[in-house]
């Protein structure tokens, strides 16, 4: 089955809050829409600098729109791409089920391809850093290296999630001066983000099932690549993740963010940018 809103209206309704949110990307950028063999594929492409491309994969529901806090300083120096994940709401459009992990990691394989570039760093949060991860699993060819923030991948995840979720979402709805003071980070950052939170939850995604990376698979991993995990995540537990691993393999470290939840790329903004850059700067 394909991914889809449940009726027109709610798809207006979505779209109207996407061009909303476009117009706060702070930096000149194009849109792109590359063919792949599950759809045509929307990329917003920002920057001109020389060096290996950084490539952006949001969390689930996100969109590459997800990014515009952090890519004014990322395009500064490298050519950024943001994608619109398949599957999900955003301007992709998907034309093919995904079925399996190997199905999304074909549909990734197809995109880096059409953007042409020899290597990229491939950045994902949540959702999108299990999908970096699972291609750098897979497919390291076209990868200089993987960050991915909160990654899921490490545990099933379950009503733990689904209730910190909730308690987040009741956090967006409090006025920005009430929210100042009970969430790290900007309100007025997450209150941008709020339409398309909500109208988002009018699609009715049809994904693969939650997978859980095998020790073989973490094995697999040849690039360099770089964990950035909450201490307070409601995902797995940090500390056991990292000592996972880095015993598994050299090529794989993990940080630890005091205080953070899975809401570190909110609550610590200038830490995602500084980790960002000091992985490419070490290409």
Do not use: C
Not at 125 to 150: C, H, K, N, P, Y
């Amino acid at each position: 089955m394909l991914g889809r809103f449940v009726n027109q209206q709610a798809e207006d309704h979505y779209f109207a809050g996407y061009e909303a949110l476009a117009l706060k990307w702070p930096v000149a950028s194009e849109t792109l829409d590359v063919q792949t063999r599950y759809g045509p594929t929307r990329v917003r492409r920002s920057g001109t600098a020389q060096g290996t491309p950084i490539v952006l994969l949001a969390g689930m529901m996100g969109t590459s729109l997800s990014w515009y806090p952090y890519v004014a300083e990322l395009a500064a120096r490298h050519t950024v791409h943001a994608i619109d994940a398949i599957g999900e709401p955003g301007r992709s459009i998907q034309t093919r089920a995904l079925e399996t992990d190997d199905d999304m990691a074909a549909w990734l394989d197809d995109v880096l391809t059409a953007l042409g570039h020899d290597e990229v760093h491939l950045v994902g949060l949540s959702r999108g850093g299990f999908l970096a991860l699972s291609q750098a699993v897979r497919a390291t060819d076209r990868l200089a290296s993987v960050i991915a923030f909160e990654p899921a991948g490490f545990r099933v995840i379950g009503a733990r999630f689904i209730l910190w979720s909730l308690t987040e979402m009741f956090q967006w709805l409090l006025p920005a001066a009430i929210l100042r003071r009970v969430a790290p980070g900007s309100a007025e950052v997450r209150h941008s983000f709020r339409p398309l939170l909500f109208r988002g939850l009018k699609y009715k995604s049809h994904l693969p099932p939650q997978h859980v990376f095998t020790d073989d698979e973490l094995r697999a991993i040849d690039v360099p690549t770089w964990l950035i995990l909450g201490e307070r995540s409601v995902i797995h537990r940090a500390s056991e993740v990292a000592a996972r691993v880095e015993k598994l393999n050299p090529r794989v470290r993990a940080e630890i963010v005091p205080k953070a939840s899975h809401s570190l790329t909110m609550q610590r903004p200038e830490l995602v940018i500084d980790r960002i850059l000091d992985l490419v700067a070490a290409e």
